[in-house]
């Protein structure tokens, strides 16, 4: 029994925060090297990608499509407030005053907090990578977007 998800061995959720460490600290480790490559995607874009059944032969299973219709970050910080509840029935929970799961893993939110305080002056009517803001167009009027203020990649990516 262990009290934080990133002390949980043998699990997908440590195997993910592992993968989120080794992104911050080393951007460049190939996707196949990641901690976390074995395991199914966490999102599915419920609006794009095919929901229900899967029948193409082009992925190796149906999970590869992505099972849930939130972030990996969404996902944690559920898993962290879940693992928190002290119930009659569960053997332990995560202690009250444990910090939160990314203030424990010392990762960088400064630029969550940017575009949340600045979303307006940064971006208008539109936000994402900037690549892709410039190849969007307006459904309405069928102009390009652009950002106001285009920041370093990754500020501004997904």
């Not at 199914?40 to 219709?69: M, Q, V, W, Y």
């Not at 053997?91 to 424990?104: E, W």
């Not at 309405?140 to 977007?145: A, G, H, P, Y």
């Given at each position: 029994?262990?009290?934080t998800?990133?002390?949980?061995?043998?699990?997908?959720a440590?195997?993910?925060i592992q993968?989120l460490v080794?992104?911050?600290?080393e951007?460049?480790?190939?996707?196949s090297?990641?901690?976390?490559s074995f395991?199914?995607?966490?999102?599915?874009d419920?609006k794009n990608?095919a929901?229900g059944?899967?029948?193409?032969t082009?992925?190796?299973?149906?999970?590869?499509?992505?099972?849930?219709?939130?972030?990996?970050?969404?996902?944690?910080?559920?898993l962290?407030?879940t693992?928190?509840?002290?119930r009659?029935d569960?053997l332990?929970?995560?202690?009250?005053d444990?910090?939160p799961?990314?203030d424990?893993?010392?990762l960088?939110?400064?630029?969550?907090?940017?575009?949340?305080?600045?979303?307006?002056?940064?971006?208008?009517?539109?936000?994402?990578?900037?690549?892709?803001v410039?190849?969007?167009?307006s459904?309405?009027?069928?102009?390009r977007?652009?950002?106001?203020h285009?920041?370093?990649?990754?500020?501004?990516?997904?």
């Amino acid at each position: 029994m262990v009290e934080t998800l990133e002390q949980s061995d043998f699990t997908s959720a440590q195997r993910r925060i592992q993968t989120l460490v080794a992104d911050a600290s080393e951007p460049s480790l190939a996707p196949s090297q990641a901690p976390d490559s074995f395991l199914a995607p966490l999102s599915i874009d419920e609006k794009n990608d095919a929901i229900g059944p899967c029948a193409s032969t082009t992925t190796k299973r149906c999970s590869d499509k992505g099972f849930l219709a939130i972030s990996e970050r969404d996902y944690l910080e559920l898993l962290d407030a879940t693992a928190r509840i002290v119930r009659q029935d569960k053997l332990g929970a995560t202690p009250l005053d444990m910090p939160p799961i990314f203030d424990r893993l010392k990762l960088d939110v400064g630029n969550w907090k940017l575009l949340v305080s600045d979303f307006g002056r940064l971006f208008s009517s539109v936000a994402g990578a900037t690549k892709d803001v410039y190849e969007m167009r307006s459904l309405i009027s069928k102009r390009r977007f652009y950002l106001k203020h285009p920041l370093q990649s990754a500020v501004t990516g997904p």
